[in-house]
Each structure stands twice: as C-alpha cells, then as structure tokens.
C-alpha cells in the first residue's frame, strides 16, 4: 500500500532512508485512535478523512499529484473537528511518541470555510474563534487522557500562516483567546506550547525551544494539520510544522517518525470500526 501511496506524488516526498523507515513500520502496531465528540455523525467524519487532498496549500496544488479522492464541491463542514492520534516510531531508535493530529480554525485565504463563517464586513466573531480553539484544546486534552500523557508538546498551532486573511489587530485577538485557553487547559493535562518566535513567548506555558526535541518521557506531540490535506500535506515541499513534522526535515533533525501512516488511507478497518460503520 505504501509503495502505491507514494507513487502518486509528481516530487520526491521524503528522504530514502525515512522511506526505508515507514516501510519496516507499516506493519507495526499504531494504536490508531480518532477522537472525537459526537458533534457530527460518524459518516460525516468518515466523509472528512476520506476526502482529502495529497497536497493542499489553501487549494489543491495539482503539479504535485496525479489523482485524489476529493468529490466536486465537496467542503469540510463548519466546525468539522477532531483528532486522529496513534504511535510515531522515531527512527533509528526503539522508541515512540504519540502523535495528535488536528488544526486550528483557517484563515489563510477569504475564501476558506471558517472564513466565511467567523468574519463579517471584516470583523472577526471572536466568541465562535474562542469555541473553536477551546474544543481544539480540549480534543488535545482528551487523546492526553486516552493515551495517559504527562505532558503534550505543541506547536502554536493556528497562529501563523491559518492567520494570512486577517489583519495585524484581529490576528492579535486570536492570539490573546489562544493563549487564555492555553492555561485553560493546563488545569487538566499539561500542554507546553513550543515556539521559536520569542514575540508568541508569553504567559506560563509557552516555552522558546524547538518544537522537535528529543524528550526524555513518554510524550505526545500535536502535529498542526490542515483541514484539506493528508497527513503531512507538502511533505518535502512543506515549510510549515506539518511538513517538518511528517517528512522529517528542516528544524526536525530529531524526531524523524512513521507518522505518516497515520493518514487514513492506511487505516481505513480501523476508522470504519471506531466510527461504527
């Protein structure tokens, strides 16, 4: 299957020797889990895994693959959101974290969803961005729990390039509510926000380090992903903490993982078992 998968990129999607890796991992156990909170049906969620695009940078980028799966028209609900969470084998290691898959509302384009929904006459509904990010935080918390996690390392996710849309000021608001349910969350599972841009280094749970650090304890890892996209979405291509995470390249040089058979083409048994369908 991977082979398959990997053959439908039109670029080279990751080095050979973590090609190598995912290949001896594919078989392994991922402990693969969805989670969710009942806000939509399991078909809905079904439909949202299963039709997503091999490389989507605020539209499908069809000089990079041959085919998707994605019906005409097809758009992620308004606040469609879960997480999808399982294994990571690092390579050249015995160890693995767990990967927790999910996004934050996009606003890269006016032409997105959540564009559409949370900004009128360009002014931002700041109490539907606050539900969104409070259940982002709060879907994180519970895969935490799921998986007995003392502590999940996260990018500032949803705060840099999902911003492109809005202006200086509303992009501050965003992350004022960001950092507010931050703390929130920290009452019930200790998520550290990592960061290389000291201007986001506010508060009590947001740390300047790489986000991509060995870790010594048994760990989660929040992958920023795209709401249109596979798992890793650009891959080699990608310049954001989804490529860095997936691929393996850039900032992280120690963490290089099988997270990429996360995707749900791979664990299609899996998500028809746990959506009931």
């Known amino acids: 299957m991977l082979d398959v998968v990997l053959e439908n990129y039109k670029f080279k999607p990751f080095k050979r020797t973590l090609i190598k890796f995912l290949k001896e991992c594919e078989f392994k156990e991922r402990d693969y889990k969805i989670i969710e909170d009942g806000s939509f049906s399991g078909q809905d969620v079904y439909n949202s895994l299963l039709y997503r695009y091999p490389v989507y940078f605020g539209r ?14 097809y758009m992620q609900p308004f606040g469609m959101k879960y997480v999808i ?21 996009n606003f890269e384009s006016e032409s ?44 500032a996710i949803g705060q840099g390039a999902y911003m492109h849309a809005l202006n200086p000021l509303q992009r501050k608001r965003c992350f004022d509510i960001f950092v ?3 703390e929130i969350v920290n009452k019930k599972i200790r ?40 798992i890793g979405n650009g891959l080699s291509r990608d ?39």
């Not at 499908?60 to 028209?73: D, N, T």
């Not at 550290?192 to 300047?208: A, M």
Request: hydrophobic share 35%.
């Open 180 to 182: 507010k349910e931050l």
């Open 112 to 155: 997105t969803v959540d564009y559409k929904n949370m900004v009128r006459d360009n002014k931002i509904n700041l109490q539907l961005y606050t539900d969104h990010i409070r259940k982002m935080f709060n879907l994180i918390a519970k895969a935490g729990v799921e998986y007995k996690l003392k502590t999940i390392y996260s990018p």
């Open 85 to 105: 969470c399982g294994r990571a084998y690092i390579q050249n290691t015995n160890r693995y974290f767990i990967a927790i898959h999910t996004w934050a509302p």
């Open 60 to 73: 499908p980028i069809y000089s990079l693959f041959k085919e998707h799966a994605v019906p005409r028209r």
């Open 239 to 277: 310049p954001t903490i989804d490529g860095y995470y997936v691929a393996g390249y850039g900032p992280n040089k120690e963490l290089m993982n099988s997270s990429y058979l996360h995707n749900p083409i791979f664990n299609m048994n899996a998500i028809r078992r746990q959506l009931l369908l």
């Open 191 to 230: 998520v550290i926000v990592c960061t290389t841009d000291k201007q986001k280094v506010v508060g009590n749970h947001i740390k300047l380090e790489n986000l991509f650090e060995k870790r010594r304890c048994r760990f989660g890892l929040v992958n920023a992903w795209d709401s249109y996209s596979y």
